[in-house]
Structures are given as C-alpha cells and as structure tokens.
C-alpha cells in the first residue's frame, strides 16, 4: 500500500537547474532513510545522495556542489535540487524510502522513476 510518487522531471538545458519531488503515501509510521539514485542509458543504477532521519545526507562525487538533498517537514517527502546540469546528468531518477514502518512491518520501496534529460 506503500508508494513513492515522483515529479520534477524533464527537459533541461546545459547550466540550468530542476527541482525532484517525492512524496510517501500510505499509512507510514516512520521513515529511516530517503534518498535519489539514477540510471543512464545503458548503464547501471548509481547513488546520487541520500538523506537520513536526523539529516544527515550523502552525495556521490559526481554530484557534490551542484545537488541538494532534502527532506520536508513531515518527513515524508524528499526533494533533489539540481543546479548547473551537465549532459552526463541524464538519466531516469529514482526515489528510495528504507526503513519505511507500517502496520505489517518494515520494508523499503522505490519510486517508479522520472526522466530528466540534459541538452540543448
């Protein structure tokens, strides 16, 4: 009943910025961890960062300086800032919740993922 719906997405010029949505739906009574991971074309899924219930967050190299990871209030949405985007940014991006608690126990869950495309 848990899912993960993701938004943001799409076309983006070299230099420009976009901003990823996920929000939690379900009964959920915690989160442990939230986090961004993507996909290029032809090639494996990979980290982008991760946020944890205290705030602390993660970043795969290739991203640091340029995207922010962050979690609401609620702590049930997590959003990807993404500035100063380079082509090799494109990919599907998908959202990850772990340690998710609900009713019938813990488990993780994947959002269904959403494109963004850098070009000109």
């Known amino acids: 009943q848990v899912q993960l719906v993701e938004s943001g997405g799409g076309l983006v010029q070299p230099g420009g910025s976009a901003r990823l949505s996920c929000a939690a739906s379900g009964i959920i009574f915690s989160i442990s961890v939230m986090g961004w991971y993507r996909q290029p074309p032809g090639k494996q899924r990979e980290l982008v960062a991760t946020?944890?219930?205290?705030?602390?967050?993660t970043y795969a190299d290739s991203v640091k300086g340029r995207f922010t990871i962050s979690r609401g209030n609620a702590k049930s949405t997590v959003y990807l800032q993404m500035n100063s985007l380079k082509p090799e940014d494109t990919a599907v991006y998908y959202c990850?919740?772990?340690?998710?608690?609900?009713?019938?126990?813990?488990?993780?869950?994947w959002g269904q993922g959403t494109q963004v495309t850098v070009s000109s």
């Open positions: 946020i944890g219930s205290g705030g602390n967050t």
């Open positions: 990850y919740a772990g340690g998710v608690r609900t009713p019938i126990g813990t488990s993780y869950y």
